[in-house]
């Protein structure tokens, strides 16, 4: 069973002027792709030329400040229309990104990432998944990947050859959040058109965050399809995290404030890490460095562990 526990609440100035930082530049990426305002106004979908591009992160096209696509989204759209074509744009564009940054871009860019970051705030006592449990856990990511956004829009399809974007339709609760729910308010008739679905998803919707309030980045560790693709490139991504072993002292500081509890001394550059700099920023003895280029000299082991 999951145990209890209160986080870390004493931040050295180091670790608040990092949080200061990052927590501007998740606003900000999600100011910039969730900038029409008036679309939140009037309850409409922004149908720009920019929609065509697609965006990094998990953000949903149908939010109404949306102004590019959601690459998962996206993906399934293309697979699942009549031809079922494969997105190799969205491909290559997922694979540029993750080549080069891993999964930085879900600590740092995801506006999800962002919401769930704040419901962790919220001063309560917070969930320690058991570590066989957690492991086990992390696996469904890959299969909602595989099965809802690769496999089922493709081979699940009605009569006329068409198939569910299966993810997007009855699972994401990012679409739920940002298009589902500000459309509905805003929209008459697609608040009476309102069904069994979308009940079934504000389900999931209150159950992944309320999870996050007690579990940090809940829907990043078991359930993000996207996270899922980034993590397959977080160990050659050019932006690595690196641990001197002749500076560590071993004082733990960087695994308890880890959002995806990373064995950080271990296997820092897994599958897990968002890079979001939270154990660097608290490493008293600034043992944890990131950049481009990676370090000479480091211990097999260090850089290239398993996932945690």
Not at 53 to 60: A, I, R, T
Not at 71 to 100: C, D, E, N, R, W
Not at 135 to 153: G, M
Request: net charge positive; hydrophobic share 40%.
């Amino acid at each position: 069973m999951p145990r209890m526990h209160r986080d870390r609440v004493t931040k050295t100035p180091r670790e608040r002027r990092h949080g200061r930082i990052r927590l501007t530049v998740q606003i900000m990426a999600a100011a910039v792709m969730n900038g029409y305002a008036a679309g939140f106004l009037r309850g409409k979908i922004y149908t720009g030329k920019s929609k065509a591009v697609c965006v990094p992160v998990l953000n949903c096209y149908s939010c109404p400040g949306a102004l590019g696509s959601c690459p998962i989204g996206s993906m399934q759209a293309v697979a699942g229309g009549g031809k079922h074509k494969f997105s190799f744009y969205v491909l290559g564009t997922l694979m540029l990104f993750g080549t080069v940054l891993g999964r930085l871009l879900c600590g740092f860019l995801c506006p999800f990432g962002l919401i769930q970051d704040l419901l962790y705030r919220i001063p309560l006592p917070k969930l320690s998944m058991p570590k066989a449990a957690d492991r086990l856990l992390r696996y469904l990511k890959y299969a909602v990947l595989v099965l809802l956004v690769l496999l089922l829009p493709v081979l699940a399809v009605n009569r006329f050859g068409i198939g569910d974007p299966w993810f997007c339709k009855y699972v994401c609760p990012a679409g739920t959040l940002e298009g589902g729910i500000p459309l509905i308010l805003r929209n008459e008739q697609l608040k009476n058109l309102a069904d069994t679905l979308f009940s079934w998803k504000l389900g999931i919707l209150a159950a992944v965050m309320t999870g996050a309030v007690f579990i940090s980045r809940c829907f990043c560790r078991y359930l993000c399809p996207l996270g899922a693709f980034y993590a397959l490139f977080n160990r050659f991504a050019l932006y690595q995290m690196h641990v001197s072993e002749q500076a560590c002292i071993g004082c733990g500081k960087c695994e308890q404030v880890c959002p995806m509890a990373v064995d950080v001394t271990k296997h820092i550059n897994g599958t897990e890490c968002i890079r979001c700099g939270k154990c660097k920023a608290a490493c008293p003895t600034q043992a944890i460095t990131s950049g481009f280029l990676r370090q000479p000299n480091q211990q097999k082991g260090t850089n290239h562990g398993t996932e945690s």
